[in-house]
């Protein structure tokens, strides 16, 4: 891909930018001239406009529950009114709980509307309430949903960390012992990855659906990357070892940003891989396989 799509004067929204990924999402994208609405929970999500206020550009902030349809609709029709358009929305907003197969069920349906409820029911109501004006306005637009790479949650079964042969990055790196390795989950976070994993299913339904319209739709599914979060594992208080092993959040943004210029021709229906161990850049694009008849699909994208 050779020709780079400018972001400068789109406007998006990203969810869950108080901190974290979210807001490194959002300060990367501002940093291209992009106009930025944010939605967290966190109240401090109201220091995001100061935060951005040096690129220039327009910023709304949003507190709010993305599993709360009235604050959806609060914050797509808001920033559709103030900023004119809709183009980019990055669905990164997610919490993480733990929870198995032995939980009792009072634990269990708890588990579920908060987990499931953020990190599946919060994309899938603002795909829903986004994808509308997208298509109303003709001009394509861009969808990241952000998974995680547990166990399989990357999806395809092509496509699972670490040994996929076909992986350029599949060598370990100066400075890293031992071969690229996917993070956590298993057996205590269960509901958390079978909603990651759940996200394939909006991936390449909504990328097959909105293609006609130059809708991109893609995904991110990342191993552990320097985050709140993160650190709220480790009860904050990481070893030195386990710190250095992270990704950086800047690195998985700037990837955010190389994806979002490739453009209208650009790649859709993947969700990409970023695992501790290798470099946090873009692979080059596979085929459509999953979206397309096969004997289309294997000419490539
Ligand atoms: N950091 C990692 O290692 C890692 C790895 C794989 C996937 N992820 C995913 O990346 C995304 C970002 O995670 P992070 O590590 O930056 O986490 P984080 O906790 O640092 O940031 C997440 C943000 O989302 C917000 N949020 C949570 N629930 C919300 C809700 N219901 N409504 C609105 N906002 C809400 C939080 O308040 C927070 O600001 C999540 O979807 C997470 O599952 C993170």
């Given at each position: 891909m050779t020709t780079k799509t400018s972001l400068k004067g789109k406007n998006?929204?990203?969810t869950g930018a108080a901190v974290?990924?979210?807001n490194a999402y959002a300060a990367a994208l501002a940093?291209?001239?992009v106009n930025i609405a944010v939605i967290d929970i966190r109240e401090d999500v109201a220091k995001v406009p100061s935060q951005l206020a040096r690129h220039g550009v327009k910023v709304l902030a949003f507190h709010g529950d993305v599993a709360n349809p009235a604050d959806v609709r609060r914050v797509v029709d808001t920033t559709q009114s103030v900023f004119g358009s809709i183009d980019i929305l990055i669905n990164n907003a997610?919490?993480?709980?733990?929870?198995g197969a032995e939980d009792d069920l009072d634990k269990s349906l708890a588990d579920y509307e908060k987990i499931v409820g953020t990190n599946m029911k919060g994309e899938y109501l603002f795909g829903r309430a986004v994808i509308p004006i997208m298509i109303?306005?003709?001009k394509g637009g861009e969808i990241v949903n952000v998974a995680t790479d547990h166990h399989v949650t990357c999806g395809t079964p092509h496509n699972v960390c670490p040994n996929l042969a076909t992986c350029p990055w599949n060598k370990p790196n100066p400075?890293?012992?031992g071969p690229p390795r996917p993070t956590g989950g298993g057996e205590m976070m269960d509901l958390y990855d079978a909603g990651k994993w759940g996200l394939n299913g909006f991936l390449f339904a909504w990328a097959k659906a909105l293609r006609p319209h130059n809708i991109r739709v893609n995904g991110f599914c990342m191993g552990a990357t320097d985050s709140y979060m993160l650190r709220s594992f480790h009860n904050f208080n990481p070893s030195k070892e386990e710190e250095a092993s992270w990704m950086r959040a800047e690195d998985n943004a700037q990837a955010l940003i190389d994806l979002l210029k490739e453009g209208p021709q650009g790649r859709t229906a993947e969700n990409m891989n970023f695992c501790v161990g290798?470099?946090?850049k873009l692979e080059p694009p596979r085929s459509?396989?999953?979206i397309l008849p096969e004997s289309v699909a294997t000419t490539g994208a």
């Open positions: 998006a929204i990203v974290g990924l979210g940093g291209e001239g997610g919490i993480w709980g733990a929870s109303a306005q003709g400075g890293f012992q290798r470099p946090v459509l396989k999953y």
